[in-house]
């Protein structure tokens, strides 16, 4: 459910970002909760509400706001670059683990948990790696071996850690590529099949055997006519052999990368694609959340008729989201892919046309339309 607004959109951000400065309560005046953060909203629905974390703008004094919003608003965290293989190797053999420590520490430091990201995944692989494999140095036999030591050097560094891993992510084709059949794509199955999967899935568990373990993917937030084409049905067929074969599997991320341009799915449709996979004995979370719009000339020159109509279908989009999750008690986590336009991934991959506005907060950090709609939903959750 979902509070009904009225007022401009500048006065609702307005009227949530003094909530984001509010006094607390005391004896004398109960605490409200629309007066509550989004982490603290999730708490009392034993949700944990995520962001991914940009450690350049964590690290930057100039911008304070970041890093208060990131500690105040969130229980739980994502690196969005740091651990990834070409930033934790850039050279075969050395680990470049303290910008990822650094954010560890600073989740200790504000009780956070953390996701971590990614450990077999196609893109941000180090040169040496995909040059060793095109020139024909590096052997399908030596990759499996290089696979299994970054697995098992990167999961024991940070092992009772890490809340949950993404062990393979974005492994399933999509309907738009050639053949339109679902297939396993990408550089890992390309090399080593699909079997590498279940192999990564165990070694990250003999690792750390405590961590939660998750397949990641993107467009598999509804299923479609269950048919070849049906990329959500392939990645539900994918992890039902899985636990069938004994992997130690324990999770399904649905990203929820969204766009205001497409018809998305509703409430009920997402948590029907969750309660599916929960029914196999997996848990589910929502791992990489934003919801994009195209920036058209009338967005740009700051247009309320075209921005207005954007803002309200980004808030319903993230709602529906976040309904379907709340319907589930097994999804756990629901985590935003940043959570300011400042520093959003979205205008500099989505350029043609121009695409933006996809976060929570604006880019002067005031909280849109979608964030008081988001905590509306935890406010009136029945999970208690």
């Known amino acids: 459910m979902k509070l009904r607004r009225s007022a401009l959109v500048a ?23 629309a007066d509550l953060s989004l982490r603290a909203l999730g708490q009392r629905s034993d949700l944990a509400i995520g962001t991914a974390v940009d450690m350049a703008a964590l690290d930057d004094t100039t911008d304070p706001q970041y890093r208060k919003l ?9 690196p969005e670059n740091v651990m990834k293989w070409e930033v934790l190797e850039p050279t075969q053999g050395t680990y470049n683990w303290a ?46 071996d290089i696979l299994h030591k970054h697995i098992t050097d ?52 003999q690792a750390d055997p405590k961590a939660l373990l998750f397949y990641n993917d993107y467009n598999i937030e509804a299923f479609g006519d269950g048919g070849p084409g049906d990329k959500t049905q392939f990645v539900y067929n994918m992890v039902k052999q899985l636990k069938h074969d004994g992997v130690p599997i324990d999770g399904v991320g649905s990203q929820g990368h969204l766009g205001t341009q497409y018809g998305d799915y509703d409430a009920l449709q997402i948590n029907d694609t969750l309660n599916r996979f929960t029914d196999l004995g997996l848990d589910v979370a929502f791992t990489e959340v934003d919801v994009r719009s195209q920036m058209t000339a009338g967005v740009q020159a700051g247009d309320s008729n075209e921005i207005n109509p954007r803002l309200q279908a980004a808030a319903a989009d993230f709602s529906a989201l976040m309904q379907g999750c709340l319907a589930n008690r097994r999804c756990i986590s629901f985590t935003v892919w940043g959570f300011t336009d400042k520093h959003s991934w979205v205008p500099g ?32 959750a029945g999970r208690r």
């Open 11 to 33: 006065t609702v951000a307005l009227v949530a970002a003094g909530a984001l400065n509010a006094v607390p309560a005391s004896a004398g005046h109960p605490e409200r909760p």
């Open 70 to 78: 990131v500690a105040e608003q969130f229980s739980s965290v994502t």
């Open 99 to 144: 910008p990822a420590d650094e954010l560890i520490a600073f989740t200790k430091q504000n009780k956070q948990r953390v996701r971590g990201h990614v450990l077999v995944w196609q893109n941000q692989l180090p040169a040496w790696l995909t040059d060793g494999v095109n020139n024909g140095t590096i052997s399908d036999d030596q990759l499996r």
């Open 154 to 205: 990167t999961v024991s560094h940070f092992k009772g850690k890490i809340w949950q891993w993404d062990v393979v992510n974005e492994a399933a084709s999509d309907p738009w590529d050639s053949p339109s059949t679902i297939h396993y794509k990408g550089f890992w199955t390309q090399h080593l099949g699909g079997g590498i999967i279940a192999d990564a899935f165990r070694w990250a568990h």
């Open 349 to 380: 991959w989505f350029k043609d046309p121009l695409e933006g506005m996809a976060t929570l907060y604006d880019e002067n950090y005031q909280p849109k339309r979608a964030y008081n709609t988001l905590k509306a939903d935890l406010i009136f």
